[in-house]
């Protein structure tokens, strides 16, 4: 069955998704919400994920394969199956991860239900590359007034079309954090709810399809969108910054290399960042250059026990949150601004009505 009031679309890019592309597609055709198509873009991959789509393709008239002959990366890929999907609600679903059998219901239940929200997103797990849990949802980031999303920002997340595109989409300038400045515009345009459940599954894998080829590249990206994020807090407009050109020699944020070494430490592997911080961290006598050094001296020495401290750590910020942990009632929630100054929904094309962040719907 196609078509109704309860039609969506599913959108995933494809590249070079291998052995975790199954999981992934059964996640989806799966879904207990059966009433979807689901588009796929295959981004010129060269490990026969092409193939296998191909054949899931034969199996299930639902899914509208497009085979790309050049790769278009994260941004325009994503901005493609977008593109040519159908729908008025559409779901991001990523290529290696998986999914629980009710996440389309219960998104969509709560778009019919809150008609101001225009995206929902859920919290989600950290799997390896054998589908075992390696750690849990961050319930303790509904609690964190901060302008990072605090749930799985890309597969995880429905959205109403109309926002998406009131919004502009997808930024060529937000190259890898793509995602997270999509949210944040249309948290400024439209409601964003989160489900306080991990119906999300992240997988880290030593050959993730989001590992990139030139670090130089995302560490510049990444430090992009942490200068932007702290924009936002000051209640600034961020548009400048997209139109800077950085250069290799640019230093840039200490975290960048926590959050580079985080999805290798989670793989199992030993992150060997610590020298590529001291050449291009932008080091100081302040607490952001001491934990990025602690952190990835520690991981470079004893991977093995900074993920039982991580671990730890994630317990303890998490019980302090217990109460969010029990419910599964929805959130809203809003990137903070700076109380002295002006909201960046003046500075934002689409902007709307601001809300406390993580509070209940009314």
Known sequence: MTGGADFISVVMPVYNAGPHLDAAV????????????????????????????????????????????HNMGPVGSSAFVVEHSTAPLVARMDADDICSCDRLERELQLLRDYPRAGLVGTLFDIIDDRGQLIRGPDYWR???????????????????????EKVGGYREACE???DQDLVVR???????????????????????????????RVENAVDL??????????????DDLLR??????????????????????????????FGRLLKRGRLRLDTRSFTAIVWTAWAATSPATLRAF?????????????DLARSTAPLLWSPPVHRDAASPADHCPAGGARYPSTTRPA
Do not use: C
């Open 310 to 322: 991580m671990r730890l750590l994630l317990k303890s910020k998490n019980w302090l949150a217990a």
């Open 186 to 216: 249309m948290a400024f345009a439209a409601d964003v709810l989160v489900i306080p459940l991990p119906l999300y599954q992240v997988r880290q894998w030593a050959s993730t399809t989001r590992s990139p080829a030139d670090p130089t």
């Open 244 to 273: 800077s050109r950085a250069t290799p020699e640019q230093k840039v944020d200490p975290r960048v290399f926590i959050s580079a070494g985080s999805r290798l430490l989670w793989t199992g592997r030993r992150p060997q960042l």
């Open 26 to 69: 059964q996640s989806i055709l799966g879904q207990t919400h059966r009433n979807f198509e689901f588009v796929i873009y295959d981004d010129a991959s060269t490990d026969g994920s092409t193939k296998r789509l191909q054949e899931w393709a034969r199996q299930d008239d639902r899914i509208r394969l497009f085979e790309g002959m």
């Open 225 to 238: 969108m942490y200068r932007s994020v702290a924009r936002l807090e000051q209640g600034r407009d961020y």
């Open 176 to 178: 890898y954090w793509e």
């Open 142 to 164: 509904l609690r964190r007034k901060s302008p990072l999303v605090p749930f799985a920002a890309h597969g995880s997340i429905m959205f109403r079309r109309s926002i998406f």
